[in-house]
């Protein structure tokens, strides 16, 4: 990694930013910033330490928290279809394995989203580059996705199901959904800098997106061409794959997985490119 010389003139705002400066991808391959934040995994791992130990202070639950939650949104969702429709067999599970994943993916983006801004005093001042920020975020969030995990062992346990032979792409289905969170962090941390009425939107986005995959209902529920046009969207068959792996009968083909695919390594390579891109306009804005 190499660093930008201060300026002889200027002001001290000025050369401060000259001074911790990573060069952006017109001068530094993306290959490069992607080395350059692995050799800096251990601030990282301390960030994301951090992090978690931030969220869970001064908490009489702690990690009951993250528990209690998803558990939460489980039995809502429940009482909900039990009340105003005819539920699926073993909703409980049905709902659990698809809104866990999907609140890991909904929690990062909001939560990325300022992950500039909020350490702008970091970012001005330490030489670090600049992506390791909405990694953290990302980072967090995975940890509270495992940390609930414990909620989908029970459900499944009380309805006596058990792991089907598509839990062999559950690893798959993890790393495509990393993907996704690390690429939409990247790209709206630093869209959000420059154009501030980013974070205003997102909510009202995530909130949209939340009725447009299969989390409250199969895709096999909705028309051959609707549900075709849903597959586009990389989460559809990522929440295909964590439902399959507990319920087999709702398998929606390998069409969405491959979307998924295609479309995690779009949105992975998007985000650490307009990442690139922004730097400098961000910089200018902390």
């Not at 995990?149 to 089907?164: E, K, Q």
């Not at 586009?232 to 009968?249: D, E, F, S, T």
């Not at 779009?266 to 200018?284: D, H, M, N, P, Y």
Request: charged share 15%.
């Amino acid at each position: 990694m190499e660093e930008v010389a201060p300026p002889a003139h200027g002001s001290d705002y000025e050369r401060a930013h000259y001074a911790t400066t990573i060069r952006t991808a017109i001068g530094l391959p993306l290959a490069d910033r992607v080395v350059a934040v692995w050799q800096r995994r251990e601030v990282l791992r301390t960030l994301v330490e951090r992090g978690l130990q931030q969220k869970y202070a001064n908490s009489v639950l702690g990690y009951a928290w993250s528990l209690l939650e998803p558990a939460m949104f489980i039995a809502t969702y429940f009482l909900l279809l039990k009340i105003f429709h005819k539920s699926y067999p073993m909703y409980p599970l049905f709902i659990s394995s698809a809104i866990l994943p999907w609140q890991w993916f909904a929690s990062t983006v909001t939560g990325s989203t300022s992950a500039l801004r909020s350490n702008a005093r970091l970012i001005t001042s330490v030489n670090l580059p600049r992506e390791i920020y909405p990694l953290t975020d990302v980072a967090v969030r995975a940890v509270e996705f495992a940390l609930s995990y414990p909620v989908l062992l029970v459900v499944a346990l009380v309805y006596r199901a058990r792991p089907s032979g598509y839990m062999a792409l559950l690893p798959l289905a993890l790393v495509l959904e990393l993907m996704m969170c690390i690429g939409v962090a990247l790209l709206l941390s630093a869209l959000n800098t420059v154009v501030r009425d980013i974070q205003r939107g997102i909510g009202i986005v995530v909130r949209v997106l939340f009725y447009l995959v299969p989390v409250l209902y199969p895709l096999s529920n909705l028309s051959s061409s609707f549900a075709h046009a849903l597959s586009y969207n990389p989460m559809v068959g990522i929440l295909v794959i964590q439902r399959a792996a507990w319920m087999p009968q709702y398998w929606a083909g390998w069409h969405p997985v491959l979307y998924s695919i295609v479309g995690s390594v779009i949105v992975l390579f998007a985000g650490f490119s307009v990442f690139a891109r922004l730097e400098s306009a961000v910089l200018k804005e902390l």
